[in-house]
């Protein structure tokens, strides 16, 4: 058919999920949905394609790394979502509630998505360009009740997979709002002081990578142009900073010091008084403060963040970097309205989340296959039995196929049971079918036993039955 | 934050789905799941970019509506899937199987992928330019069993969706093959026999469309140009297209007649004898023969197919299509190994028939959301135990949401949960705090009960596991 060979290469930074591994991450992921459902959060769905014009508008740092679809008959350019919250806030947008008609989304509105998302890096980078990533959200409320049950739903989703060593650290983006004050920065004749401030946060954010002396280094550096954004610090202010990054003690202690660094400077008091709040919250869920740590030095990169931010990273395999991620963002529906409207959530980063779990042995990988039932072929000219036996089990909700190895041998059709890890096995020859018998063998145990064909659904349902009691792997196990 | 408004549009063709929308077509999804892994499919996924050098090589008619990427620094050019087939036969081609290290796919092989497909259909064309494929696979065999098999998962799937009126037409494309010999198609100076009979293919698929006449008016059409592949029917080869048109009957009386027909021409014979092997394996299934009917006009557009093609329509919804299709192709992977690698499969259009299922009422839209339970805040500075009876809930895996909207009169909050379609509303006024009592009002019943506050998880447990017995919802009700 083709009279040239490609090579079946995959680009890099992008997976295949083979079973073994699709089945291990999709239960992860069913973990992780089943717990954001218990918040409330219902699910929707949103294209792998949107508009460029609906994406662009954020930092630069994010803006560069789209994927963007060569020109269509489209008015406009089309381009790959890098994250779920853009699109979120374009449905919020283009689905005001209206009262009278009782359509579109009634505020506030809990929403959870889970898919694809990418990001346009150089395949050399080694990174994912596209990665899952798995969303809960609130829009439509200010109330700290919401932040806090983000920060909820980060430990309980935790628990649910079995992970107990991690850091969340929790910031707040009034409190960097303040540094502007602290530090002085005021509009410059060609770029505004809000530019400046983003500036400052995008530089903050490097300080896990680069360090305190290189960030100040970069702080204190003069504009080359009218419209460098530097932030330009004076010695005074770089001393000031020094002092707030060296905020130490437990979390209340943070908070009182804090407060005493920026009295006067009401939008950080502000900030700090929401935190303050939400650990009363977090307190009355009996959620454990001691990996929640207050972290001053947290930025998080993009520019739409106005409230409380937050980061989780796993204790036990911190190279792996965040893995759950989130904050408010009160502005970012107004890209498309003109009106602020709030909204907090959080995001994990699915397959970062899978590699790292892997790496700490903390993923279910023990099935390899869906299948239970395994139907071996030994006699000829018995196939229609065989396709009767398998599809009866199939009308019965057992998951079963008929061995379809070329090489008809036993020999050959039991190494291929064993190999794809099928949990029994039907072996009926010339013998059995003659005395209407049917023997099954189960491959964990490898014993054997002879019934009536007539009793082989029966038997097979209330094996797997009991077999599924403890993990549930086929519809007969969950379908009472 | 932005300096401008931007329209909240979403490109035509593609689709958002809100929670009620993807609730139900969830549980579509999950049901035809249910059926594919029964039958030993095992879940795959791959990624939504490809090299384009994967995807192309198809026939013009998919070639020209691919997504292109526009360009990046990878050695290839990246491109958007139209389909889960290709990147199939890349897995295939890329996993050979090493006995030594026991490594790699084990043939055969039977897979199932769901995810999204895209198509450069003109935004004005009013079709999904994006939509899910939920495929099914068998590779590795040549058996007529794996044929079969395909079938009988296309009718059980039905089965399960409880939709009975549906035809299943079954085609060869080995009996297609022997037309070339029954009109005489041979190699041209310029262009092969083969180019010629996948352009005559490609014709005969519009015969539903355009009808017998205006087919025949393409295939006698001379050529334009040297690399024109016009067929070129002479007078006779057409009347010879007319009677194979016109055979008619039951299934078997079709094939006895076609026998006659191509009485001489192997590969036509080949063909109507594997369909009589597929349909004994069909009868050994039970599987309703009434319904599945040998139809030698359709072809299926993809040329990759080279044995058995099948095609479903919904009989009471023919507009929309056909909804679940598919056949055996035997060559698709030769493109990456240069070898032949037998496979067949169908794939369901997963969004045009969640269309047709919504239009005939087939879909259980009964779901608005995933909240069983709402907490009412009505008195202030309470919210952290408003927060603390959800935690609770939560942790005993029932879906509680605390009610954040604004305005805390009652009226508001209680309207606010029954347009959410939540079943459970609780309420705690100062009374029932100081009492340690709470009220629990069934918004399907406005039944409203008071229990003790320390009773809430233990008595919503047994109304929610009471509630679900029919249809699970909550995680309460499967947790058994």
Redesign the interface.
Known sequence: ??EY????????G??????ED??AR?KMLQTIE??Y???????????????K??LS?ETSDTGKNI????H???D?P?A?PFDHTVPF???L???PYNARS?SG????W??MVVG?V?R?D???HGRF??FYQFDAD?A??S?M??D??II?LMV?TMDELNVSNYRIRLNHRKILNGLSFLCKIDDRSSISQKIIVCELMRILDKLDKIGRKAVFKELTRAPESPDDPAPHLSEDAISKMDAFLDIKGSNDQKISTCEEVFSGIDVAIEGLSELKEIF??L????IPLTQIEIDFSIARGL??YTGPVMEMELTDAPEFGSVFSGGRYN??V?????KELPAVGASIGVDRLFAALNHLKLIDRSKQ???DV?IIRIAPDH??????M??D???A??????C???DTTFKRQFN?AI??GVRYIVICGENEFMENKVQIKNLSTRQQVEIDSNMLVDYLMKELAKKTENEPTS?VA?A?
């Open positions: 058919m083709s060979i490609v090579k079946p290469e995959r680009p890099g992008f997976l295949d999920f083979l079973p699709y089945l999709e089943n717990v459902r218990r918040f409330g959060f219902d699910p929707i769905e949103t294209p792998c394609i949107e508009f014009k609906t508008g994927f963007h679809i060569k269509t008959d489209d406009e089309l790959l806030a374009r449905i947008a283009a689905n009782k989304i009634r505020l506030p809990r929403r694809p990418f346009a150089s395949p050399q360009r596209q609130i439509g409320t109330s009740i919401a806090a049950e909820a309980l009363s919250y307190s009355a869920m009996s520019d739409y502005n970012l107004s890209r498309f309205t003109g296959t869906v299948t395994m196939d229609a039995d065989y396709l009767k398998a599809h089990l199939r009308i909700h057992i998951r079963a196929e008929v379809l190895v070329e291929y190999s794809r519809e969950t009472s």
